[in-house]
């Protein structure tokens, strides 16, 4: 596909789950695609090899979103392998589960500060690059954004957040034909979920309240972060679409 020839997407976090399958997704509609990750070099290369060996173009560039000067340094690299991002994917973002009196200030302070903070800087940075013909800034979100549940409360604010990011400044900077939307994911498949330990029982107890009944994979985010980007959605922005497979 071509629907985005010849421009550039930088995807925050890609060095596996969503923003890797956002990032290849991207670069099959024909971006080339700056791939950031904050520790993980050798996934992130693994996510470069897989765009390329498709024929694609891709890099890899380290970056701590928290940090705004690494922010500007990101961009910075950016711009020297492809030029100027037209599209920004802001999916860096940590999580942690707990009963609210357990959690701890400084685990508040690392959501925040890579959830909202990382995207908040990511988005300053985009701003500053964009060009005459304006650009498409995608948030991920999560539908714990809305529909929060126990001991998650500190993510779901941090997603709550983006939300009001999304709409405010798709109205602020809509002027300069910059559109700001999001997608808030359901139960997605991916290394970060294992790695916390979701059990077979939990899955089928979310997948059970799933009107599609399946969990939803990386391809399914990715899939509508390619629409957002492309000239497909033109006259969209401020939306939040959901990809959770009907699960509220």
């Keep these: 596909m ?16 969503i923003g890797a399958g956002i990032a290849k997704a991207l670069s099959a509609a024909g971006a080339a695609v700056v791939v950031n ?15 390329t060996a498709a024929g694609g173009r891709a890099v890899a560039v380290q970056a701590d979103v928290s940090k705004a000067e690494e922010v500007r340094k990101l961009f910075e690299a950016a711009e020297a392998a492809f030029g100027a991002p037209d599209i920004v994917v802001n999916n ?100 970060g979920l294992a790695e916390v330990g979701i059990s077979p029982e939990m899955e089928s107890h979310v997948v059970a309240m799933t009107p599609l009944g399946r969990p939803g994979m ?7 972060a390619v629409f957002l980007a492309s000239d497909a959605a033109a006259f969209v922005t401020g939306e939040r679409i959901m990809a959770s497979g009907g699960w509220r």
């Design 92 to 191: 860096a973002g940590v999580f942690g589960f707990g009963p609210i009196e357990t959690v701890t200030q400084a685990e508040i302070g690392r959501q925040f500060a890579i959830n909202v903070f990382g995207s908040l800087f990511v988005i300053q940075e985009a701003v500053r690059r964009f060009g005459a013909a304006g650009g498409s800034i995608i948030n991920i979100s999560s539908i714990g954004s809305r529909n929060t549940a126990p001991n998650m409360v500190v993510y779901s604010a941090t997603k709550g957040a983006i939300d009001t990011i999304t709409l405010g400044l798709s109205r602020e900077l809509g002027p300069r034909h910059i559109r700001v939307s999001a997608i808030a994911p359901g139960f997605i498949k991916t290394e």
């Design 218 to 224: 990386p391809d399914d985010v990715a899939k509508i």
């Design 37 to 51: 990750y904050a520790a993980r070099r050798d996934a992130a290369e693994r996510t470069v090899e897989a765009i």
């Design 2 to 17: 071509t629907q985005l020839a010849n421009k550039v997407a930088l995807v925050t976090g890609a060095s596996k789950g």
